[in-house]
């Protein structure tokens, strides 16, 4: 048994490009993200405020928020005081902010001791509450990191216990490193449905070892209804090393919809908002829908 509607959490425009060295054109990813609104995606990651030394490919986030804001389920990722207050200037109103279980990623991510960081963002959490602002918080390497090697799943249930107690709305549950297999998926999302029930719970997964489509049916089995994806398969951490794309959109909602499962996105529509970073991208698009779409 699994949900018949699904909500799909497009990430392309942030995890999709962060990891891409050459700049995409601003203009470039605004028509990405509105055709990526027209294809019927109802929640989406459109950019980053992050430091533009670490990430170069963020630097827009203020042109692009200012350009796209005012549509509901817009969101801009966030990992400090600095980044939530340029994003809720730039009109965000909802934001992501993101941490990893393992402490030693995100030393490397966010220059930031696990404990240090969580010191800083509970309060700021309960500011953003305060302003009616929807927080999700991304939770990565909560399988499996990149330098601490696997990641027991009871941390990662006290990192996400920490946060629905701090008010988070969201909690996004990550792959980082497509490492995991089904029976971590199910077994994860069956621990976190049942020890923090009162948040909207998502999965998060990264393709390296082409596990992700079987790790989505796993979460759905285990009653997760809400997926990020990447259009065109794009994706990455700069700052984890195994991070290759996220799973595509397109190959997430085609799966779907032959199981009977809605999720109100139109594929041809995902296939003309590939078109359109394809010529600004160095990855080759491999995704099973995209390769083989003009198969019946
Ligand atoms: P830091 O160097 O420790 O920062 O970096 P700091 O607070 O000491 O400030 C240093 C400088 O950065 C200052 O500028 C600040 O103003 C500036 P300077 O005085 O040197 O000119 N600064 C900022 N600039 C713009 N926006 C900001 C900001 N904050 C400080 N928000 C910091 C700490 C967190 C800033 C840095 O490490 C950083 O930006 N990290 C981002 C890393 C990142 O974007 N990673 C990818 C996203 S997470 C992800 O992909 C995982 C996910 O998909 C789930 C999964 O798959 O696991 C979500
Ligand atoms: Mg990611």
């Not at 999720?263 to 390769?291: C, H, Q, W």
Request: hydrophobic share 40%.
């Amino acid at each position: 048994q699994y949900p018949t509607n699904v909500t799909i959490i497009e990430v392309g425009p942030r995890d999709g490009l962060q990891n891409e060295s050459q700049f995409v054109p601003t203009e470039t990813k605004i028509t990405f993200i509105q055709k990526l609104w027209g294809a019927g995606v109802k929640e989406m990651e459109v950019t980053s405020f992050v430091s533009p030394k670490w990430v170069p490919q963020m630097m827009d986030a203020k042109e692009i928020m200012n350009e796209v804001r005012g549509t509901p389920g817009t969101i801009a990722l966030t990992p400090n005081k600095k980044g939530i207050d340029e994003a809720l200037q730039a009109g965000a109103e909802a934001v992501a902010i993101f941490i990893g279980v393992s402490s030693t990623f995100n030393e490397k991510n966010i220059n930031r001791k696990t404990e240090e960081a969580m010191e800083v963002l509970v309060p700021l959490i309960a500011d953003l509450k305060e302003q009616g602002i929807f927080v999700r918080a991304c939770i990565s390497t909560a399988f499996h990191c990149p330098y601490e090697g696997k990641i027991d799943p009871q941390d990662t249930l006290a990192l996400c216990k920490q946060f629905v107690e701090a008010g988070v709305n969201e909690l996004s549950v990550a792959d980082t490193i497509g490492k995991a297999t089904p029976r971590e998926s199910f077994d994860l999302f069956t621990l976190l449905k049942e020890h923090v029930p009162n948040v909207l719970l998502t999965a998060h997964f990264h393709d390296t070892r082409k596990m992700a489509l079987a790790n989505i049916y796993a979460a759905l089995l285990a009653g997760v209804d809400r997926f990020d994806s990447s259009t065109g398969g794009l994706g990455g951490c700069p700052f984890a090393p195994g991070a290759s794309g996220n799973v595509a959109t397109e190959d997430v909602v085609y799966m779907l919809h032959e199981m009977g499962v809605e999720t109100g996105i139109d594929l041809d529509e995902l296939v003309e908002a590939i078109n359109i970073v394809k010529p600004y991208v160095s990855r080759a698009f491999t995704s099973g829908y995209y390769m083989n779409k003009s198969l019946s």
